[in-house]
């Protein structure tokens, strides 16, 4: 069964689409970056180990980043995934875990990688957003993208409108993408992934959706 670490750094909703999930998989351990958030209970009350490695409690990003990676090797995962995880992790960490790890973006890398990405699309006038699974690789937001899922941009909308359409697909594309892993129709590689046609992410949209949405 795939042993599965998830990062969380606050409420968890990406956690909790996959807790849900009922995957082939074995969550291992739940490590937040922050104490207290939501994310913790959620795992807790599935049973799932939790830790907290606060990196407000050490000293440099490298002490954290080891403190982190340690932790993260005593579970003996084979699949970590970031989940709402807002940390950028060095390169001594991703190069430890290559291969093996997992992030979801609210967005359709390449566009708008880093934060605000809801506000960045809204300042662009894109009519399609999403989000993007992608292997993490020592460029931030930048490693080879696993699957992605497209919402349209509706006249009006604003980031929290935008944030809680997206924010319904990652909860999709997550628990598909980590499905595909534990059953291997994603294979992950350091530095590359190899994706069977297999790959069960069924659209949640018509093709129409996909077109840009009537001109009001
Ligand atoms: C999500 O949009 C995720 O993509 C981003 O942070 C948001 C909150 O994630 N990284 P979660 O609800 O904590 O899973």
């Known amino acids: 069964m795939l042993r599965v670490a998830v990062l969380i750094s606050g409420r968890g909703s990406n956690l909790e689409a996959l807790l849900k999930a009922a995957l082939p998989a074995t969550f291992v351990g739940v490590i937040s970056n922050r104490p207290g958030v939501g994310g913790l209970a959620l795992a807790a009350a599935q049973g799932v180990p939790t830790r907290v490695i606060d990196h407000k409690a050490f000293a440099s990003r490298e002490a954290f980043d080891d403190a982190l990676a340690d932790a993260l090797a005593a579970l003996n995962p084979d699949l970590i995934v ?31 990688p880093g934060l605000d990405t809801h506000g960045q699309a809204l300042r662009a006038g894109v009519k399609l957003h999403g989000c993007s699974v992608h292997l993490v690789t020592e460029a931030l937001d930048a490693g080879p993208i696993i699957a992605q899922a497209v919402v349209p941009v509706l006249a009006g909308d604003d980031e929290s409108a935008l944030a809680a359409r997206v924010l319904i ?8 993408v ?24 069924e659209p949640a949209w018509t093709t129409s959706a996909l077109v840009s949405p009537p001109l009001r």
């Open 169 to 176: 697909q990652e909860h999709r594309l997550l628990p598909a």
């Open 178 to 201: 980590v499905r595909g892993v534990a059953e291997g129709s994603v294979k992950l590689l350091p530095g590359s992934v190899v994706i069977s046609p297999t790959l069960a992410v």
């Open 82 to 112: 970031q989940a709402g995880f807002m940390r950028i992790l060095g390169s001594r960490f991703v190069q430890r875990f290559a291969g093996r790890m997992i992030n979801i973006h609210p967005s359709l890398l390449p566009a708008f």
